[in-house]
């Protein structure tokens, strides 16, 4: 009903940036909130940053001051924004949005495929 289909990963070195989008599409009546989180080989998923419609945005301490999250809600797009990356950012990052649906309505939490950043020292 819900796919979140993401973009912008790959490789850079450190010091640099990276740019993730997130898009989501189908029967889609509105988008509460949307996040990135990020999973690190022999890890667990973690919270990266989320935002609500009305933009309010939560970030994980790690990336404060370096990672940016916004959000346009007429394209039901969430991005990242990750600059001065790390070698402990590497991971494979996670779209992750709550959404009602139409026909019939639901609350779905949906999970985007991954997208791999990897960071170079």
């Known amino acids: 009903q819900v796919q979140l289909v993401e973009s912008g990963g790959g490789s850079v070195q450190a010091g640099g940036s990276l740019r993730l989008a997130c898009a989501a599409s189908?029967?889609?009546?509105?988008?509460?909130?949307m996040g990135w989180y990020r999973q690190a080989p022999g890890k667990p998923r973690e919270l990266v940053s989320t935002?609500?419609?009305?933009?309010?945005?939560n970030d994980a301490d790690s990336v404060k001051g370096r990672f940016t999250i916004s959000r346009d809600n007429a394209k039901n797009t969430v991005y990242l924004q990750m600059n001065s990356l790390k070698p402990e950012d590497t991971a494979v990052y996670y779209c992750?949005?709550?959404?009602?649906?139409?026909?019939?309505?639901?609350?779905?939490?949906?999970w985007g495929q991954g997208t791999l950043v990897t960071v170079s020292s």
């Open positions: 189908g029967r889609i009546f509105s988008i509460n909130v």
């Open positions: 992750n949005a709550g959404v009602i649906t139409t026909n019939p309505t639901r609350y779905l939490g949906v």
């Open positions: 935002i609500t419609s009305g933009g309010s945005t």
